[in-house]
């Protein structure tokens, strides 16, 4: 691991040991994962170099760019994050980032603040002049020696002690930056992947080694109060007792200042509160991210898991004649379709979820939604519509939406075990910045259409609201609930640009806020679709599938409905079946797959080259988006995993039919 030195982050004490606040929290990860580190001294710029040569694993402090998500592999957690600042001496007057326009500014070599200072002199710091030097200590050197007229160096050392008296930092906030671990680019994705996890662990255990690293040298101390203070103290005292009239003026004088000190106090107290609030809802958003991308990675192989048994089983059913055995197979894809569900609940949690949201009139689906909810309710609960009056439209997904509702829906049932009355409300509202404010919603100003569910069941306490859309939380007793209903909701709100919103009391009922954006455009009438041409399945098939089992699950599959299978497992073999000058009459490709060329990106090359090639997509969880490419790909058709052999054999008509 490289080192160098940036005090309070990470610096060598007088003793020669590595110190700091990066040093104390790699050792604890990496003791923890069974590692041992042999450090290496360097300047910042020769410890990148080391790095991307692999000559060194790891490096801390590493801000995010670009240009280094290129070069090296960054753990997705910041560990810190920082903004950098201006040191000046004090004859020299920067109050604003145009004031360094004509300065010489020492900056450290392939450093973050060398990015951002090379950005602003393309543009409109052309006259100003960039001094590189070796570390952050050099910075402050060229200044004392007047070789520099400011130096711009990260936030946390500019607060230490300065090397002159009449060194100070500038007014005004210049970027900010995440810290993170990097590994090279040879480094292990499994280190990474524990990396990644052990920084996650670290920031949301308390007492953790890297919450005691943070409050012993990141949290800023208040600085000592000068030695003349006492002295000017004292002085103070001497005049008051020297003059009546002037401790009158000085009472009114203090009097009026402490009423404008009360008022920064209230300001600063109210400012605080505010960004507490802010890094609480930065430190939930950072958690429900690491969960999902676990949920998005466990979804993934776990439908893998089930395209190979439902591939099988289906193949199986067209051959079993036994009527025992084949309600046992039934019974084994029932099973199956309800790992698929279970699937799909926990990627509606993680928001990675394959949404097909289309215009939707909220008000026309409401007498639908009434017939789905009144059936799945027992007698004893009357269902209530109040809709407010006109079109309300909003872009989401109708089959989505209509499971959000029906879980609120068997929540309220559960909340009222004795009978009572469920509502359901449609209004619109307007929402500005201080009514998002109230409501704690991460929601941008607007028009939004509220879908409310209303029941008259026991409530919630505080304790169980904070946890209500945790996944897997539930008062049921054992057997009788999942405790997915809310979390999927919650995450298919977020994952359409909405909000979810509970109001509960103990013993008052819980009503359940939904806030979908409101939309003005037309929704277009949907096409009939022309029905699949019921000849004998042929054509020659490319299918590119990484996993060996569903592979071979899949080239049986297509076998037996008759069509001519070349089989690969990467995009890159793929491409050179391609062009090697083969003839295919559709490509059936997985999202994500080893090596560069994932599944969208091989669809954008084959769109280049072989426009009237068909391509149909396959994925466990992702969206395309999420596995590279650059081309348009909305238009291409996503099958999600675990595709059953009736669909697949449909979709393949339908694509082999359309092309002719």
């Given at each position: ?339 698929a569900s279970l699937t799909k609940q926990l990627l509606s949690f993680g ?100 879908v409310s569910v209303s029941d008259t069941g026991h409530g919630m306490p ?199």
């Amino acid at each position: 691991m490289g080192i160098y030195e940036n005090a309070p982050k990470i610096f060598r004490d007088a003793e020669g040991e590595p110190s700091g606040f990066w040093p104390e929290l790699t050792l604890a990860i990496l003791q923890d994962l069974g590692h041992q580190v042999v450090w290496v001294d360097c300047q910042w710029a020769e410890c990148l170099e080391l790095l991307e040569l692999g000559e060194i694993d790891l490096m801390p402090d590493v801000a995010h760019s670009e240009e280094r998500d290129a070069r090296f592999k960054l753990v997705d957690h910041p560990a810190l994050y920082a903004w950098s600042s201006i040191l000046v001496g004090d004859s020299v007057s920067v109050n604003t980032i145009e004031d360094l326009n004509g300065l010489r500014i020492a900056v450290v070599e392939d450093s973050i603040q060398g990015e951002v200072l090379l950005n602003r002199l393309r543009t409109d710091l052309d006259q100003a002049r960039m001094i590189e030097v070796g570390s952050m200590d050099e910075t402050v050197q060229r200044l004392s020696s007047g070789e520099a007229d400011a130096a711009i160096v990260n936030s946390f050392f500019a607060r230490q002690p300065r090397r002159r008296e009449d060194i100070r930092v500038a007014p005004i906030p210049f970027d900010v930056s995440t810290l993170h671990f990097a590994l090279s680019p040879q480094s292990a994705d499994l280190l990474l992947k524990a990396l990644n996890l052990a920084i996650y662990e670290q920031q949301t255990t308390p007492g953790s080694a890297f919450r005691n690293a943070e409050r012993r040298w990141i949290t800023q101390q208040a600085p000592a109060l000068p030695e003349w203070f006492h002295t000017a103290v004292a002085a103070v005292i001497v005049v008051l007792l020297l003059s009546f009239g002037m401790i009158v003026a000085l009472r009114r004088t203090v009097k009026l200042r402490t009423a404008r000190l009360e008022d920064s106090v209230t300001s600063l107290k109210a400012e605080i509160a505010q960004r507490k609030n802010a890094e609480a809802k930065v430190m939930e958003a950072q958690r429900i991210e690491a969960l999902g991308r676990l949920v998005g990675g466990v979804a993934h192989d776990f439908n893998n898991m089930l395209a190979v048994i439902m591939g099988n089983l289906d193949m199986l059913r067209d051959e079993i004649r036994n009527a025992r055995a084949f309600r046992l197979l039934e019974d084994a894809i029932r099973a199956s379709e309800r790992g698929a569900s279970l699937t799909k609940q926990l990627l509606s949690f993680g928001r990675r979820a394959s949404l097909k949201p289309e215009v939707l009139d909220i008000s026309a689906t409401m007498p639908d939604v009434h017939r789905i909810v009144s059936r799945v309710l027992p007698e004893s609960i009357q269902v209530e519509n109040d809709q407010a009056e006109g079109t309300l439209k909003t872009c989401v997904d109708p089959a989505q939406f209509e499971s959000a509702l029906l879980n609120l829906a068997l929540n309220a049932r559960d909340a009222m075990p004795n009978g009572g009355r469920l509502t359901i409300e449609t209004t619109a509202r307007r929402l500005d910045s201080d009514s998002i404010e109230v409501l704690e919603a991460d929601l941008e100003p607007g028009r939004y259409v509220v879908v409310s569910v209303s029941d008259t069941g026991h409530g919630m306490p505080p304790e169980v609201r904070e946890k209500a859309v945790e996944p897997f939380f539930t008062t049921k007793e054992v057997g009788a609930g999942s405790g997915m209903g809310l979390a999927m909701v919650h995450g298919f709100m977020k994952q359409s640009n909405g909000g979810l919103r509970i109001l509960t009391e103990p013993g008052a009922g819980t009503t359940v806020e939904l806030y979908f954006k409101q939309t003005d455009i037309q929704s277009s009438a949907p096409s009939a679709q022309e029905a699949a041409p019921q000849t004998t399945a042929s054509g020659r098939i490319l299918m590119v599938e990484d996993d060996e089992y569903v592979r071979n699950t899949l080239l049986m599959q297509l076998e037996n409905m008759g069509y001519q299978v070349t089989a690969v497992e990467n995009g890159q073999a793929a491409l050179e079946r391609l062009t090697s000058g083969l003839e295919f009459d559709l490509l059936l490709t997985d999202v994500v797959m080893p090596g560069p060329l994932q599944g969208p990106g091989l669809a954008d090359r084959v769109r280049e080259r072989f426009p009237d090639l068909p391509v149909i997509l396959m994925s466990g969880y992702a969206e395309l988006e999420d596995a590279g490419g650059s081309g348009p790909r909305r238009d291409y058709l996503l099958l999600p995993k675990p595709v059953r052999a009736k669909d697949l054999r449909e979709v393949l008509a339908s694509k082999l039919a359309a092309k002719g």
